[in-house]
């Protein structure tokens, strides 16, 4: 019994931690290590990181090898971690997620597109402020740190979606010289 309350009692903990972490990240500036990143490498690395069941969840990429923008890796890959999450999470049994990107002379365009749930037109509208949540264990702090970030790239995000159909998570990044 007093093994299960110490391994209750550290799941509280990292959870605390996580929202404490997400918390003090969301109110610093945003500083940026801006280098040349390829596309590929971000997502990929943002997949290295991602637990998901890949029998139940198919992941697609579409994405050009070439294709480079100006910005902070680690902080865009945290961006693209938080993104396919809740792609993830947002797949109830099987479905897809597919990552795609387009460019032209100024901006790349990375969009991720679920078969999920979807999103209302007042959850879109909310999706990206401070605290905001639809999940139960959710910080409500994820995709506003995202869209933080992306702004201080210069960048935009914006989010597109039909309730039962799914959702798509589309920014645009300032491409390099």
């Known amino acids: 019994p007093r093994r299960r309350l110490v391994d209750k009692i550290n799941e509280g903990v990292k959870a605390l931690d996580r929202v404490v972490t997400e918390l003090l ?3 610093r500036p945003v500083e940026l290590n801006l280098s040349r990143c390829s596309c590929v490498e971000l ?18 990429l579409e994405l050009d090898e070439s294709l480079k ?18 792609a993830v999470q947002s797949i109830e049994a099987n479905g ?5 990107a387009e460019a032209d ?16 037109e007042d959850q879109i509208k909310s999706i990206f402020s401070p605290f905001y ?3 139960e264990k959710g910080t409500g702090l994820g995709l506003a740190l995202c869209l933080k970030i992306v702004e201080g790239h210069g960048g935009d995000i914006r989010a597109e979606s039909t309730p039962g159909q799914g959702s798509t998570i589309t ?6 010289e």
Request: net charge positive; proline share 1%; with cysteine.
């Open 105 to 120: 002379d100024t901006y790349a365009a990375l969009s991720v597109q679920d078969t999920g749930c979807g999103m209302t």
């Open 133 to 135: 949540t639809t999940k």
């Open 69 to 86: 923008i100006r910005g902070d890796a680690e902080k865009l890959r945290q961006v693209f971690l938080n993104i396919l999450l809740n």
């Open 25 to 27: 990240e969301y109110t």
């Open 96 to 100: 897809e997620i597919r990552v795609r």
């Open 43 to 60: 997502v990929r690395d943002a997949l290295g990181y991602l637990e998901y069941d890949s029998a139940r969840v198919i992941i697609l």
């Open 171 to 176: 920014i645009r990044l300032p491409r390099t």
